[in-house]
């Protein structure tokens, strides 16, 4: 569930709400977020903890 605003503005399965979200907000939190799977493809290479 994505709320704006308390608003509730789209709703359903996690992946489908993450994989395509249908409303512009949803879209935007999206574009903003990190790559996730770029940071942990990325982290080791910088002599962190193994």
Do not use: C, W
Request: net charge negative; hydrophobic share 30%; aromatic share 6%.
């Amino acid at each position: 569930m994505v709320l704006n605003q308390g608003r509730v503005v789209e709703y359903g399965d996690a992946d489908d709400v993450i994989l395509t979200p249908q409303d512009p907000y949803t879209r935007e939190l999206r574009a903003a977020s990190p790559d996730p799977d770029k940071h942990f493809a990325t982290a080791g290479s910088h002599g962190g903890a193994q």
